[in-house]
């Protein structure tokens, strides 16, 4: 029996395609291949299609590597081996061909039937050559799927079914075990735990844009309550800008403006950020509003505030200047639009009627969500 050196041509993969790209072969130079066998993945323009090896021998020369474009009728691999028929090869390469177990099947206007001196079996799984082989390639049992196609022939969708159910098994399991910490470090939990997620969250979607002046408060007493002066002030500029007491749906491009301010106070606790609510603060007075704040300060230090009392803030006021610091870049919260800083109290000299004079400043910091609110908006907020 003579030896012969054959070139296989890419085949018409459908509908006339001039051409596919070759992304992936499954063979390599000097490999000695079997009829059928998944040679290459080629992609055309509709579909990604396996093509078998049109008969058995030793592959001696691929024509394009992964990414390069072939045109249809034009040389694909040349493979060396016995005489092949032209029947061998054109059955080979027909698209549409099932196989079944041992049998092949080919389509027929009754149906799919098997082709004559094949031997079908019992509950056969009837998939074509590139689809066993994208099963293959995906770690996929074939024999797990449930083909869709006609008279149960499994397709494409079908394996990608079955990749996606696999994924989330997968990101499930993975949840589930978490890998082991590296020395040194201690998982985030409780409290904290939240706030990395929230921070994360609002980080991703939020567009922030801050604004900062001063405050000129020469004029307090002594004794003020700077906490329900800074209270008073963001009602006066939410009847100014009311815009900014508002929520933001960003899945449907829409806003929630709140008739009433519900107030979220920050403080600061061990376990992390806590941030009470203080409802309807327009309808408080503020003695109401003092005793409100230190009941909210005494139940989140000892961890005892109602998870009722941590929800539906409408803006939030967060005062870090009994720490430090003058100015900040506070972060939004989704759905909220807008909140408020204030920095650590200091003096500054000013002129005041021709004279120079000494006054207490108190730095604001302002951050708004700027896919609802405008840069005048804000401005008009903070100077109200």
């Known amino acids: ?21 070759i992304r992936e072969w499954y ?32 592959v001696t020369k691929l024509y394009g590597k992964a990414g390069d474009i072939i045109k249809t009728g034009h040389a694909l691999i040349d493979i060396e081996g016995e005489n092949p028929t032209k029947k061998n090869i054109d059955q080979a390469t027909v698209v549409g061909n099932l196989q079944l177990g041992d049998a092949i099947l080919e389509e027929s206007p009754l149906g799919i039937q098997p082709k004559q001196n094949s031997a079908p079996h019992q509950n056969a799984i009837k998939a074509t050559p590139a689809i066993r082989a994208l099963a293959k390639k995906f770690q996929i049992n074939i024999k797990d799927c449930k083909g ?36 040194g470090y201690e998982p985030l939990r409780g409290i904290r735990r939240v706030m ?12 922030p844009v801050t604004l900062v002046d001063d405050a000129d408060i020469h004029a307090w007493g002594e004794k003020t309550d700077i906490t329900l002066r800074l209270i008073r002030a963001i009602m006066a500029a939410c009847q100014r800008e009311p815009r900014l007491n508002a929520w933001f749906d960003e899945s449907q491009l829409a806003v929630c403006q709140h008739s009433q301010i519900d107030l979220g106070i920050a403080m600061d606790a061990p376990e992390g950020l806590f941030v ?11 003695v109401n509003l003092r005793k409100k704040i230190d009941k909210f300060k005494l139940e989140v230090r000892n961890r005892s505030i109602s998870p009722d009392d941590l929800l539906g803030a409408t803006f939030v006021l967060s005062n870090v200047g009994i720490f430090a610091g003058r100015y900040a870049t506070p972060i939004v919260m989704p759905p909220m639009v807008a909140v408020l800083a204030v920095g650590r109290i ?39």
């Open 27 to 58: 063979i390599q130079l000097n490999d000695v291949i079997k009829v059928d066998q998944p040679m290459v993945a080629m992609e055309t323009a509709k579909a990604l299609v396996d093509i078998p090896a049109p008969f058995s021998g030793k």
């Open 148 to 183: 869709t196609g006609p008279d149960g022939q499994i397709l494409v969708a079908d394996i990608e079914k079955m990749l996606q159910q696999k994924s989330s098994k997968e990101e499930i399991s993975k949840s589930n075990s978490l890998p082991p910490l590296p020395p």
């Open 276 to 286: 009470p609510v203080l409802k309807n603060i327009a309808q408080e007075s503020a």
């Open 196 to 207: 990395a997620s929230t921070m994360k969250q609002a980080q991703q979607s939020i567009v």
């Open 346 to 384: 200091n003096e500054k000299v000013v002129v005041e009627a021709g004279k120079v004079s000494v006054h207490k400043q108190l730095p604001l910091s302002l951050s708004v969500d700027h896919r609802v609110i405008t840069g005048g908006e804000a401005a008009r907020f903070l100077s109200a």
């Open 1 to 21: 029996i003579g030896v012969y050196m054959t070139t296989f041509n890419l085949p018409d993969l459908g509908e006339g395609l001039p051409d596919a790209e």
